[in-house]
């Protein structure tokens, strides 16, 4: 498949899924190699005759969906921000839990791919976190689309170039190595509940005093599912909590009223 042909469908493509062009451009090699792999599995001829499969067979549709999901993810990612939670945010959060009399600090990870974000956010909290807030417990709930990556992450091992840029001593605390690469311990784990969710269309019960959504909705959907998408996340963000977005990303315009807490690492507060 020639890159003008990939180029030219995903552009016509990408709008009925509620997707935006622009994200996929740079990412676009990987998404044509699985459609160029579908286009053989149905022994289509080219990708005008895929075009014409789609609609002439909807259901095609919720395929081309899942062939472009980028699950692009390691520990510690943008380490700036984790910087600035375990410096500044969690700390925050965590006064502010105490002082409403609540238990535990609860965050939210919104496509968690096979866990490298969430596991970190636990990492970062029983290192720094933990030892000066011990009477409060950290839960995180973890949600993706896709099975196949929330059963690695359940599983919980990685290869080492996941985590080349988590601090070694970090590692060291956090994992064991393995026949099956570095695995997390279990202390660790079982602060991380999975939900298999899509974020179009469903999001966990309960309210989170942090919420990381980052790489996604913000650089993958059209403006206005980026929009109705925010508007609902909100819902389950406490007032005075954190929003956290990737740092290439922007909000929308016309979002709902955010704080700005920390601009150049993207990390807004929920008014209130």
């Known amino acids: 498949m020639k890159d003008t042909d990939c180029v030219a469908f995903l552009q016509w493509a990408l709008p009925n899924l509620r997707f935006r062009w622009p994200g996929f451009r740079k990412v676009r090699k990987q998404v044509c190699k699985r459609i160029d792999r579908r286009i053989k599995e149905l ?7 895929y075009r014409g499969y789609l609609q002439e067979h909807p259901a095609e549709w919720a395929h081309l969906d899942e062939l472009c999901r980028i699950p692009i993810t390691r520990f510690y990612r943008d380490k700036a921000v984790f910087r600035r939670l375990a410096d500044d945010v969690l700390p925050s959060l965590a006064e502010r839990a105490l002082a409403g009399g609540d238990g535990e600090v609860r965050a939210w990870s919104v496509g968690c791919a096979s866990g490298e974000e969430p596991s970190t956010l636990v990492i970062l909290w029983r290192s720094f976190i933990a030892p000066r807030f011990p009477a409060l417990d950290f839960r995180v709930v973890a949600t993706d689309v896709s099975v196949e990556a929330l059963i690695r992450a359940r599983r919980a091992c990685y290869p080492r170039s996941s985590l080349k840029e988590l ?17 997390l311990k279990d202390g660790f784990s ?3 509940t999975y939900l298999n969710q899509d974020i179009r ?19 993958y959907f059209d403006e206005a599912l980026q929009r109705e998408t925010l508007e609902r996340v909100l819902t389950r963000l406490v007032p005075g909590g954190a929003l956290v977005l990737g740092t290439m990303e922007r909000l929308p315009a ?14 807004y507060r929920k008014p209130g």
């Open 201 to 219: 269309r469903e999001m966990p019960d309960g309210v989170f005093h942090l919420i990381l959504c980052r790489y996604l909705v913000f650089t």
């Open 43 to 49: 022994g289509l001829a080219d990708v005008p005759h």
């Open 167 to 183: 601090p070694s001593d970090l590692m060291d605390q956090a994992f064991k190595e393995s026949a099956e690469g570095y695995c």
């Open 190 to 192: 079982r602060q991380i």
């Open 254 to 267: 016309e979002a709902p009223p955010l704080e700005p807490w920390f601009l150049r690492e993207r990390i």
